[in-house]
């Protein structure tokens, strides 16, 4: 049962334009949702969360849109540069609180090329 | 200076042995874990550890152990090894167990023969 889903394996860009990377999922219990980007050979490196209190979150060239009623979040990578291009995990977990038990749970990955 | 280390990088060994890998944090982290990345390229959680007290046991065979002998250290021992053990195995830290943002080793790619 995947509780986290990324259905687009792979995306192409050109340099300069829009990526947007798509993420849904299926549990309504998570509440806090987290972007990684990983490079051949190199584990995952932490790019960009949000909590579900928010529908925005922006840092640079990358911004996280929450829709909670659909179950969907996405990731906008504006403009796109060819070091951007990677795997991209969207990840999800339940609880900031106390109660946190540090589980996240992970889409299957979509690799972004960025084409100069 | 590397937050998360892993040893060894590449492991290659037969079915039956007893293998470990390594995990040290210079984060100053409370919160350690250990992830499979399987053949589809799922990353799935398999234990935790906070402040050296086993938090997260997902449905994992007995042959995995995980030891905790400070906070800043998590090790996987593998016992009995199997083809299907065959993944790249990632640890990762986290400030402590309410902040979500966890941090990855380069991870250790396991092949069993």
């Known amino acids: 049962d995947q509780q986290v889903k990324q259905n687009s394996p792979s995306l192409s860009v050109q340099e300069g334009r829009i990526s947007i990377l798509n993420c849904d999922y299926t549990?309504?219990?998570?509440?806090?949702f987290l972007w990684y980007k990983k490079y051949p050979a190199e584990g995952p490196t932490f790019l960009i969360s949000?909590?579900?209190?928010?529908d925005k979150n922006e840092d640079g060239r990358f911004t996280v849109f929450l829709n909670k009623s659909a179950k969907h979040l996405s990731l906008h990578i504006v403009p796109s540069q060819p070091g951007d291009s990677a795997v991209y995990f969207c990840?999800?977990?339940?609880?900031?609180?106390?109660?946190?038990?540090?589980?996240?749970?992970f889409g299957q990955g979509t690799t972004l090329q960025v084409k100069p | 200076d590397t937050a998360v280390s892993q040893t060894p990088k590449y492991l290659v060994t037969q079915m039956g042995n007893d293998k470990s890998i390594k995990c040290e944090q210079n984060?100053?982290?409370?919160?350690m874990y250990w992830y499979k990345q399987d053949s589809k390229k799922f990353l799935k959680i398999m234990f935790s550890?906070?402040?050296?007290?086993?938090?997260i046991n997902e449905t994992v065979p007995n042959r995995f152990s995980p030891k905790s002998p400070d906070k800043a250290h998590l090790n996987l021992h593998i016992n009995s090894l199997e083809l299907g053990d065959s993944a790249v195995y990632f640890c990762?830290?986290?400030?402590?167990?309410?902040?979500?943002?966890?941090?990855f080793g380069p991870g250790t790619r396991l092949t069993v023969t």
């Open positions: 990762a830290s986290s400030q402590d167990i309410a902040y979500n943002e966890q941090y």
């Open positions: 549990n309504s219990m998570f509440d806090y």
């Open positions: 949000i909590s579900s209190i928010k």
């Open positions: 990840a999800a977990s339940v609880g900031v609180s106390s109660s946190n038990t540090g589980k996240l749970i």
């Open positions: 984060l100053g982290h409370d919160t």
């Open positions: 550890y906070n402040n050296k007290e086993l938090i």
